[in-house]
């Protein structure tokens, strides 16, 4: 359905919600477009899968006409960690003594000779991991269907405002469809097969189990019940399956199901492991009697009030925000979408709807793999179909785990963003472990990765193993979430406590570089290239923003003997904001770097995003700097790299060149079902890019927002409400021919904000919600304001634009 920028989901206003006001401007067409559609059934899990999730538990759905495989996984079902055959020792060196001699030897050593190789490095202070483990695959679970495969009118559709695949055809005179979800109220997938029509379905159902653990089927009160243990750490899993059919007879096999002549098979399945994310043992109850009672409960619901429940369920956080970028939908069809923007045959009016379309996918994505209670989204979010998964689907800490939820609270998805401070939290006894045993350090910390069993130590990779700045990026997440929620008992019984740990730990750790007498980082690395130094612009970077985060919280919460001792450390600290002769942000203290490279990372721009020390108004010369780094590095890279550089460029206002490197994005790293190829798939790169669009409409600090700041030209007319800025402030815009032409601003609290508009203040209008003039005091293109809690406020251009 064409919409003029409405939207096909019934978007209630409210103070956290409001939509654009009432009069959107007259003309702008709009297909609020939900749906990935495609024509065929997939055949490779990477590339064609359909995702649905609940944090906890994912599903893909291929769609096969004669076989239809399910994927489902669960976040806890994990090799490695403690039971471990290869043992387990959280990356622990055995002695630590020896260890920290040897890391005081290579600091002592960079000290003097400024670089060391990554292969000398880690030698001495590099070690190979036992027992990492790698994330599963819980089961598949093949339908085996016995009607032909002639079939027409295909489609296979994720439909992400309601979170349903749904996969149909016909058949002569029977219309087959089946449609899958993952319910996180009763936590549970379903899938339901119906045939309506002359002919009935007839299938087997036979569930698919990875050969590396222990499997038993058994039948309870009608349900399937598999359970076993992992060979390899002994974690127990369970898995109940509810097979009910409508019509025809439905017979249990051996271990599955064969089904005549149905009208309808619907499955309802639970799975769980006895994992728990609880330092040294991480393992808990055995999840039967829970399964059995939520597998009951489900039943009870029954198919369709599960399905109630779930859509709701998850309207309630996606429908939040709309994005509406000008187009008149020529394709609905995904593949062609994608495949016209690879091939560049696509018009500036389909790259915008795939734009739209990939944009939401993020939030979808997020939502379905990052829900309260769960563990957070790995590098595959919640999806895998590996028994060695790529980097073992873990969590990577040197950029990957933080560019999964750069986009929560942005992008209104602030409780999806609650898992990655939960384990956080949960990582602290094995980092504080890490800090005393490898740096005799207080405090927390760990290096480049993490799994699910607490590791913080080392691994032995030359050119990726040492990045323990890692706590301090993590840290941040937490005080950007007061930023936005501005929740402060959130800040003093969360966030304090983890970012005080990470800044004692820097405190302790940062050494007085002898030939400048500055604080530093040594030995320190800038990811993934060069050698060893001195104080890495990143590290410098990551580690001042830690500090100066950590002193404001500590003046805020009256913390007075915190905030004088991290000011002192901060006074001595080596900013890591060099610029360097050919005009760059120097990636290295020494003025080293080289202009060809095209290396994928670019953390010496950490100051400019994710944090904010660098900016075009208050440090135009560095902000300068980083557009020669960025220029010389290029726009390729692999996908989260491409997702880095949109946010990059946004920050730097130029929002051709973001929209040039989403663009990049899709054509060259995204997989048909619009997954984030780095390769393989990674899902950061999908997080990342939704995090950039959304700082291309609306950036923000403390008090200040900036409406518009990196429009692209490919944008001229478009829409976008319930995005979140800093502050908890909620606004929605509307623009034409590139320019502002309304934006309503909401919060439900009271507060003063600066605003700064795209053009001169003077050109528009400011009014409260009833429509009445206010006082505003205008400078320039910022204009500051008092909000008053729950009203909304509406900025209006003058005239026609
Ligand atoms: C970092 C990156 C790689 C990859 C891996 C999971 O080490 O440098 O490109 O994303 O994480």
């Not at 269907?145 to 002639?150: P, V």
Request: net charge negative; with cysteine; hydrophobic share 40%.
């Amino acid at each position: 359905m064409l919409t003029a920028c409405s939207n096909q989901t019934d978007v209630t206003p409210t103070s956290s919600n409001p939509v654009l006001a009432d009069s959107a401007p007259g003309s702008l067409q709009c297909n609020i477009d939900h749906s990935l559609v495609f024509t065929t059934p997939g055949n490779e899990w990477e590339a064609h899968s359909l995702p649905i999730g609940n944090g906890y538990m994912g599903a893909t759905v291929l769609g096969g006409i004669a076989k239809d495989k399910l994927n489902i996984s669960e976040k806890t079902l994990w090799t490695g960690g403690p039971g471990s055959r290869e043992g387990y020792d959280f990356g622990w060196p055995e002695n630590t003594g020896s260890y920290q001699q040897s890391l005081q030897d290579v600091t002592r050593n960079i000290l003097s000779t400024r670089a060391m190789s990554p292969q000398d490095v880690a030698a001495q202070i590099g070690r190979d991991p036992r027992g990492y483990g790698s994330y599963q695959s819980m089961l598949d679970i093949d339908v085996l269907f016995e009607h032909q495969s002639d079939v027409s009118d295909y489609r296979r559709q994720l439909d992400m405002a309601t979170g349903l695949v749904t996969v149909s055809y016909q058949q002569q005179k029977t219309r087959y469809v089946r449609q899958f979800f993952v319910n996180y109220p009763s936590q549970v997938v379903a899938a339901q097969y119906t045939a309506a029509g002359s002919q009935r379905l007839s299938a087997t159902v036979v569930p698919m189990l990875a050969d590396n653990r222990s499997v038993n089927y058994r039948w309870q009160h009608g349900h399937l019940v598999i359970s076993g243990n992992l060979h390899d750490n002994q974690l127990a899993y369970e898995i109940q399956i509810a097979a009910t059919q409508h019509g025809g007879v439905l017979t249990p096999t051996e271990n599955g199901w064969k089904v005549d002549n149905a009208q309808s098979l619907t499955l309802m399945v639970v799975s769980a492991t006895n994992y728990a994310n609880t330092y040294p043992q991480y393992r808990g109850e055995h999840p039967h009697k829970m399964l059995t009672a939520r597998l009951a409960a489900a039943q009870s619901k029954g198919y369709s009030a599960l399905r109630d429940e779930h859509i709701a369920d998850h309207q309630a956080l996606y429908s939040r925000v709309n994005l509406c970028l000008e187009h008149t939908p020529v394709n609905t069809n995904t593949d062609a979408l994608l495949s016209a923007v690879i091939n560049d045959t696509a018009t500036p009016a389909m790259r915008r709807q795939l734009t739209q379309l990939y944009y939401q996918f993020g939030r979808y994505l997020l939502i379905a793999s990052s829900r309260k209670g769960a563990l957070p989204a790995n590098l595959q979010g919640v999806w895998n179909n590996y028994t060695q998964a790529p980097w073992s689907a873990d969590y990577h800490v040197n950029i990957n785990l933080q560019m999964n939820y750069w986009l929560a609270d942005m992008t209104n998805l602030s409780e999806a963003g609650i898992p990655l401070f939960d384990f956080v939290e949960g990582l602290r006894e094995p980092a504080e472990q890490t800090a005393g045993r490898l740096f005799n350090a207080p405090g927390w910390t760990l290096l480049l990765n993490t799994n699910i069993w607490g590791f913080t130590g080392l691994i032995s990779w030359p050119t990726a193993f040492w990045q323990p700045e890692a706590n301090a990026w993590l840290a941040a997440h937490f005080y950007q979430h007061y930023l936005y929620s501005l929740d402060e008992t959130f800040l003093q019984e969360r966030a304090w406590p983890v970012m005080w740990g990470a800044a004692r730990f820097w405190m302790h750790a940062l050494v007085t570089d002898p030939t400048s007498g500055m604080l530093v980082v040594a030995p320190s690395y800038s990811p993934e290239h060069g050698d060893f130094t001195v104080g890495a612009a990143m590290s410098q970077q990551i580690v001042g923003a830690l500090l100066r985060d950590t002193y404001k919280t500590a003046v805020k919460l009256g913390y007075t003997e915190h905030a004088a001792e991290l000011a002192d450390t901060l006074s001595a600290l080596a900013s890591g904001l060099n610029i360097g002769q050919y005009g760059q942000l120097q990636e290295w203290q020494a003025d080293i770097d080289d202009m060809t490279s095209q290396h994928r990372h670019i953390s010496h721009l950490y100051a400019l995003h994710p944090d904010q020390e660098i900016s075009p108004e208050r440090t135009p010369e560095l902000a300068e700097a980083a557009k020669h780094t960025l220029n010389a590095r290029g726009d390729g890279g692999t996908g989260w790299s491409k997702a880095w550089k949109i946010n990059f460029w946004a920050r730097l206002y130029d929002g051709d060149r973001a929209n040039k490197l989403l663009i990049e994005q899709l054509r060259h790293s995204t997989l048909p079902n619009l997954w984030d190829n780095h390769p393989p798939f990674q899902i950061d790169g999908n997080f990342g890019a939704t995090a950039g669009i959304t700082e291309m409409l609306l950036q923000s600090q403390p008090g200040a927002l900036q409406l518009l700041p990196a429009l692209p030209g490919d944008w001229p007319n478009g829409q976008v409400s319930g995005i979140k800025a800093m502050g908890d402030i909620t606004v929605a815009m509307a623009w034409q021919s590139g320019q502002l032409a309304e934006a309503t601003i909401s919060s439900p609290r009271s507060q003063q904000v600066t605003i700064t508009l795209p053009l001169d203040a003077g050109l528009f209008e400011f009014a409260d919600k009833a429509g009445n003039r206010i006082a505003v005091t205008q400078q320039g293109r910022r204009v500051t304001l008092a909000i008053s809690a729950e009203q909304s406020y509406r900025i209006q251009r003058k005239g026609k634009v």
